[in-house]
């Protein structure tokens, strides 16, 4: 368990690298195989603009990358933070470090970003995507980079994570933006078993659902436990009866074009239309109140 915290606190950049490139290309190549849609896009220049997110995530992320090792470094030299409360073995701390990052870092921001406005209209950048595959994990507005890095500070501070722990974290967060967002078909009994776990492919292409309930289920990013137990969890009988992109821009002048959707979280609000599904779906989650006052 050392040697693993030992390398993630000194990751090379060639290795983060190659997790998010080789998962990219990977799924990339897997989506061609065993599609869950039969898309008619330009899948490259799809690609192109979804990448160009990235690009701007990683000049912030390296921007502020001093800010959370620094917090990291400084509550494990003070011993401060959830993990320092009771003696734990190595392995416990990983474990609860990585879930209660991703509970922070992933879950809470997400469903704090579907509800509050201002917030929400930077991160509808990401669902305005109608054309779901595994680079659209990586398609989120800067302003939203910003306040999920400082979701993540944040959670490094209550929770005291070494900085090992944090590098092992996104790590395994890129490694699931792409999973869950490719265009695979995989087993339905599969993906459901997993799910009482981990999110799966299927269980987070309904978040991507183009309207309301659906829209406001499935928050989370590696462990599925959070939906489940904050009673945010849906799913549908057939995952191909989805509708992508979210209903208040579905226009492609709107979504499709990089610099329009840069200008989003500028533009006026608008209200969900809400409620555009059949009657066949499990769901255990009430109506979003973004559209009120």
Known sequence: MESIIDFFEDIP???????????????????????????????????GINLTFTLFTAIIGFGLAGVLYFTSTWVTQNEFGLLWLVELP??????????????????????????????WKFHLVHHSDTT???????????????????FTIMGVLLIGVPIGIVMLYQSISVLFAHITHANINMPRNVDRALSWVFVTPHMHKVHHHYAQPLTDTNYGNIFAIWDRLFGTFAEVEDTRDLTYGIDTHMDPEENDRLANLLKIPFQSYRPPVGSKFGEDVEISVSNDDRDNP
């Open 13 to 47: 950049t060639v290795w983060r690298a190659t997790i998010l490139i080789g998962g990219i290309f990977i799924f990339w190549v897997a989506e061609g195989v065993i599609p869950l849609f039969q898309f008619t896009y330009n899948k490259v220049r799809h690609a």
């Open 90 to 119: 190595l392995w416990a701390k990983i474990i609860l470090g990585v879930m209660l990052l991703d509970f922070i870092g992933a879950y809470f921001v997400h469903w704090v970003e579907h509800k509050v406005k201002w917030m």
């Open 132 to 150: 779901v595959d595994v680079t659209t994990g990586l398609r989120h507005h800067p302003g939203e980079t910003v306040f999920r890095i400082f």
